[in-house]
């Protein structure tokens, strides 16, 4: 394990959080992006660690939108199912 007194990690500046922050805005390059500034070499270890937070966020967000998609989709579905059918059987 490395000793951090030995082996100081540079401060990432604020102009290249800004620029990091303005790539990560971008659809689809951001996903990319991410992916290479996690598990690529040369990447700052600050940096890394953020990208892998966002990366887990996503995840977890994802899995909670397709549980509730499959939860209020399938109430729907079967409200429509059991409902009252007003095309075949008109009530006027």
Do not use: C, R
Not at 24 to 30: E, K
Not at 60 to 80: D, E, N, P, T, Y
Request: charged share 10%; glycine share 8%.
């Amino acid at each position: 394990m490395e000793n951090p007194e030995n082996n100081p990690t540079p401060v990432v500046t604020t102009g290249d959080w800004i620029i990091t922050l303005l790539v990560s805005a971008i659809p689809l390059v951001n996903i990319i992006m991410l992916f290479v500034w996690s598990f690529g070499g040369g990447t700052n270890p600050n940096k890394a660690n953020w990208a892998k937070a966002i990366l887990i966020w996503i995840a977890i967000s994802i899995v909670l939108w397709v549980a509730i998609l499959l939860i209020f989709g399938s109430a729907f579905l079967g409200l429509m199912e059991s409902g009252p059918d007003f095309i075949d059987n008109p009530s006027y």
